[in-house]
């Protein structure tokens, strides 16, 4: 029980005064990128609202990240608009409890160990990639409009940037909101504010079923964006997690992090929003205004239904210039700066996989998109480095009848040619002996290219003894080799 009683102190009660500031500046900085989504979606504003304030409050207790902050995402609305304009709302609500089960699934299964695959050149691509989409989001904010917004936007980022030297009790993002709103309402501006984003919802969410037929032909519709929500929504979640990890020097528990966003969306789904999954912009914002447990998530959620449900007057008046500057400070603080001077000193195909993650990131504002493209570059980069660590030492004794072959390194796919190329078959000999002991053989390519080796020698007229195969490589030879079987050489040769 000790542990568990220290887990739950450490996660909700350790920085309770952090929590809670952080949580205020994120519930209103969630506000208007849930409306946004929405939009985007092709859905009501309080589709995006109710799931950002659902999402929240359960994945801070379900997830596996303290101080992560999950909500209505961009990058899963982009998914939906196909469904919600061939088949409503009601088909998404359904898609949105369906991608909870897969991700659900997904956690069970453990795919969350997956992430130590994606290369630290990927997540560096991955966080350049957001910090570029989070400040492009916010050009229309700043295009075409009168000079009070420019004036009140260099006045916030002043403000964020200036405000720590005085204190740091209160998070700088929160002071600008208010400050901001306050000199706005004073002033009788006329600028675009959170209230001309769209209509805040003035009741709380009911639990619904989605008025859909429980059949087949409903499964095959939503089955499909169902599979790419739960992909996109847990890569993001994943690498967002790994982020916030680094920053906060914690760990997180990805598995329980896959169940946690489930469970989240299967519940969102019941109250009519929609999909989503962890924000990297919100959770920088979180983190860098002190939060770092579970309360701060779960005070971002239920803040931002008491603000749009019951204060929503006031936070519509909330000029959007102020969560501009907000935002603005999140790029900039997520951008990793030192990457650019690391293009010259790190290896070429590592700055490759940061800058293909980049630009197709960008060019498609998909996240899932590019972390796909940097951790399939990453594969074929390593596959092809590790490929080339194999050497194939030869000798050959005092009589000159018996040549030695000892192999070094690994054998797989990408190797196997290499293996296959080392050999001399012409030569005349009447025994060749090919040490394994150092090597590995990882997969039926590899035993394929062994096969070729020891026929090859022994359509020659050559006696062949392979030694030193270790226990997983013999146990793949056992199974898929042929060169051992009876007859096999014979038929080769006629």
């Not at 946004?36 to 109710?50: E, N, Q, T, W």
């Not at 998404?92 to 969350?112: D, E, Y």
């Not at 789904?269 to 701060?296: D, E, H, P, T, W």
């Not at 050497?391 to 004794?397: E, P």
Request: charged content about 15%; aromatic content about 8%; overall charge neutral.
């Amino acid at each position: 029980m000790l542990p568990t009683l220290s887990s739950l102190r450490r996660d909700w009660l350790s920085n309770v005064r952090g929590d809670l500031l952080s949580g205020l500046v994120v519930a209103l900085a969630l506000i208007p990128e849930a409306i946004a989504f929405s939009i985007i979606a092709g859905v009501d504003p309080k589709v995006g609202l109710y799931a950002s304030f659902s999402i929240a409050v359960i994945i801070a207790f379900a997830g596996g990240r303290p101080g992560m902050i999950s909500a209505a995402t961009g990058a899963m609305a982009l998914v939906m608009v196909t469904l919600v304009k061939e088949h409503g709302l009601q088909y998404l609500l359904a898609a949105t409890v369906l991608t909870g089960v897969l991700q659900i699934l997904a956690g069970l299964l453990r795919l969350g160990a997956l992430m130590r695959f994606v290369s630290r050149s990927v997540i560096t691509g991955f966080v350049n990639a957001l910090a570029l989409l989070i400040f492009m989001a916010q050009l229309p904010e700043l295009t075409n409009v009168s000079w009070h917004v420019y004036a009140m936007t260099a006045a916030g980022l002043a403000i964020i940037y200036g405000f720590p030297y005085l204190t740091k009790a209160i998070p700088s993002p929160l002071v600008t909101i208010v400050v901001l709103t306050g000199v706005a309402l004073a002033l009788d501006l006329d600028i675009r504010t959170v209230g001309d984003m769209g209509q805040l919802p003035d009741s709380l969410p009911v639990f619904l079923l989605p008025e859909v037929p429980l059949n087949w032909q409903t499964l095959t519709i939503i089955f499909p964006y169902a599979a790419t929500l739960a992909v996109v929504g847990l890569l993001e979640s994943m690498m967002t997690a790994s982020i916030v990890d680094e920053l906060t020097d914690t760990d997180s528990n990805k598995n329980r992090e896959c169940v946690g966003q489930g469970v989240a969306n299967i519940a969102t789904g019941f109250i009519g929003g929609m999909a989503g999954c962890a924000m990297i912009g919100q959770s920088v914002i979180n983190v860098k205004s002190g939060g770092r447990g579970r309360l701060s998530t779960l005070f971002a959620g239920a803040m931002l239904l008491v603000f749009v449900v019951f204060l929503g007057d006031w936070v519509g008046k909330i000029p959007m210039a102020a969560l501009v500057a907000v935002m603005i400070m999140v790029s900039i603080g997520t951008f990793s700066w030192s990457s650019i001077k690391n293009l010259r000193q790190h290896p070429p195909s590592s700055s490759l996989v940061m800058i293909a993650t980049v630009v197709v990131t960008v060019a498609t504002h998909d996240l899932a998109r590019g972390g796909f493209v940097g951790v399939l570059l990453s594969g074929l980069f390593f596959a092809h480095k590790v490929g080339r660590v194999l050497r194939i030492d030869r000798s050959l004794d005092e009589a000159g009848t018996t040549r030695s072959y000892a192999v070094v390194g690994q054998v797989f796919f990408a190797s196997s040619e290499a293996f296959i190329g080392s050999f001399d078959f012409k030569e005349v000999v009447t025994q060749v002996r090919i040490d394994v002991s150092r090597a590995h053989f990882w997969d039926i390519t590899a035993i394929s290219a062994l096969d070729k080796v020891v026929l090859k020698f022994k359509r020659e007229g050559a006696e062949v003894e392979v030694l030193g195969l270790n226990e997983a490589s013999a146990t793949l030879v056992d199974r898929f080799a042929i060169h051992d079987k009876p007859g096999v050489v014979g038929q080769l040769t006629h």
